[in-house]
């Protein structure tokens, strides 16, 4: 089956320490983005990448650091300088970016925590 | 800037009745709109999306939504609201090459 695999579903993070959030996609899909939610807040854009080695800063870019190794991988970190980390991450991925209409497919999220 | 707004936070029906999430946009150029419902905990599965194809768009479950150009509208409607319907749903709209601006999401509330 085909989709977007997140991993874990839950993090917690302690004070001043850098973690790691998995996203993979086996769709083939060139462009992958990562959202924050937050409640009543939607979703609001992180970093995007149209290609691999390449990667754009979204809305909230500030404490967050992403890479794009791999076609199918696209791992955010968040860093000690992001203040307020709790939150619901989403990973999505689309065929393409730069074309309107395209989809968007989401994963299931990962849920952040603070200890 | 484009943007959208959902009214109504939260929206409470009962089961069997009728289905209308509000959704309004503003858009310097024709946009492209979508409708995703989020389950508790899960990710965003779409229903359906605008694309200047027709005005009128049928979705999955039941869903469908008409796109107003005079009113800046893309309303959500479900005639008969089922149980398993009780979920976020966000309209989000896209037209700058592929980003989307999401609105603050409408929680649905479905009673037996």
């Known amino acids: 089956d085909g989709g977007i695999t997140q991993s874990p579903k839950y993090l917690f993070r302690k004070e001043g320490q850098n973690v790691t959030l998995s996203c993979e996609q086996n769709l083939n899909h060139d462009a992958m983005y990562w959202y924050r939610q937050d409640p009543g807040q939607g979703l609001r854009l992180i970093y995007y990448?149209?290609?691999?080695?390449?990667?754009q800063k979204g809305d909230i870019a500030e404490g967050y650091s992403v890479s794009r190794e791999k076609k199918e991988s696209f791992p955010l970190t968040v860093t000690s300088a992001q203040k307020n980390p709790t939150a619901f991450y989403l990973c999505?991925?689309?065929?393409?970016?730069?074309?309107?209409?395209?989809?968007?497919?989401f994963g299931p999220g990962t849920r952040l925590l603070v200890l | 800037a484009q943007s959208v707004t959902q009214l109504g936070s939260h929206v409470s029906v009962s089961e069997g009745a009728l289905v209308l999430l509000r959704c309004n946009y503003s858009?310097?150029?024709?946009?492209?709109l979508f409708w995703y419902v989020q389950y508790p905990n899960q990710g965003l599965q779409l229903l359906l999306k605008y694309t200047s194809a027709a005005t009128l768009v049928k979705g999955i479950n039941g869903f469908e939504a008409e796109f107003k150009k005079s009113e800046t509208s893309f309303h959500l409607t479900k005639p008969s609201a089922h149980m398993s319907d009780a979920a976020e749903y966000f309209c989000a709209v896209d037209n700058q090459g592929g980003k989307l601006i999401f609105g603050q999401g409408t929680e649905l509330s479905v009673k037996p």
């Open positions: 858009s310097s150029v024709p946009p492209y």
């Open positions: 990448s149209q290609i691999v080695n390449d990667f």
């Open positions: 999505a991925s689309s065929i393409s970016r730069g074309s309107t209409q395209e989809t968007q497919y």
